[in-house]
């Protein structure tokens, strides 16, 4: 079943006077389940993408469904409703909001849901020991290293366990070690919940475990390969022979 449907999507932008093709004519269709990474130089429109399939962005033209909804026919209540309900975002400068510690930040999209306080503060401090952060829970997001602060991005995107995660550079600012424990956390969800995973990434080390990988140059398709899942498994356990 697809959950992302696009069809001859364009997107432009004028920057003084000039024209800027960011996105140019793609097709996609993203199942139900697939863990993909959608990779690219600098400009190719990876981020672009992203954001116009989590309804952050307008195309210029084109179609674009998102788990059963055409987001053109979308007032901006009932996108954002979609973006609460059914979409997390990771974000490569984390967006955290910097007056809540850690875990009332990723308490807060259950806040949002209506989630009864006692479950979402076990619920966010049970994911933020999943990605190693038990001990900084109380911490304001300025005390934390880049690197913990999108550990944090991630858990909150996570936390709700919605129907797709966009993931722009997820492990950016992140060791070998740290990064690989969080794809395989992401792994595992989209193992036990058929979360649909799509990353926007510069680093090889998701690339080569993505179990499908979509390359991006000047804002169209250039390749798109399908590994399955037993490619990620494999990487995995490559990872973890490593680290003994």
């Known amino acids: 079943m697809e959950i992302i449907h696009i069809e001859n999507l364009v997107k432009n932008y004028e920057t003084n006077g000039i024209t800027v093709n960011a996105i140019r004519g793609i097709d996609l269709a993203i199942k139900k389940g697939e863990f993909t990474a959608i990779a690219g130089p600098s400009g190719s429109g990876k981020t672009t993408l992203l954001n116009i399939i989590g309804g952050l962005d307008v ?102 366990e919605p129907a797709i995660i966009l993931a722009d550079e997820p492990t950016a600012n992140l060791d070998q070690k740290t990064g690989a424990a969080l794809l395989d956390l992401m792994h595992d969800l989209n193992h036990r919940k058929s979360t649909t995973f799509l990353f926007s990434t510069h680093d090889t080390m998701v690339m080569e475990r993505a179990e499908r990988l979509i390359y991006l140059t000047d804002g169209a398709i250039r390749t798109d390969e399908t590994r399955g899942k037993s490619h990620f498994e494999g990487k995995a356990r490559r990872v973890k022979s490593s680290k003994k």
């Open 59 to 160: 195309p210029t033209k084109g179609f674009v469904r998102v788990s059963g909804g055409d987001l053109s026919r979308m007032s901006a209540r009932e996108l954002s409703d979609m973006r609460l309900r059914k979409i997390g975002f990771i974000f490569q400068a984390y967006n955290l909001i910097p007056v809540l510690t850690a875990i009332e930040n990723v308490e807060y999209v259950l806040l949002l849901q209506g989630v009864e306080k006692t479950e979402r503060t076990q619920r966010a401090a049970n994911m933020l020991k999943e990605v190693g952060l038990e001990k900084e829970m109380r911490r304001l997001p300025k005390e934390l290293s880049g690197g913990q602060q999108q550990r944090v991005a991630v858990a909150r995107a996570i936390v709700s």
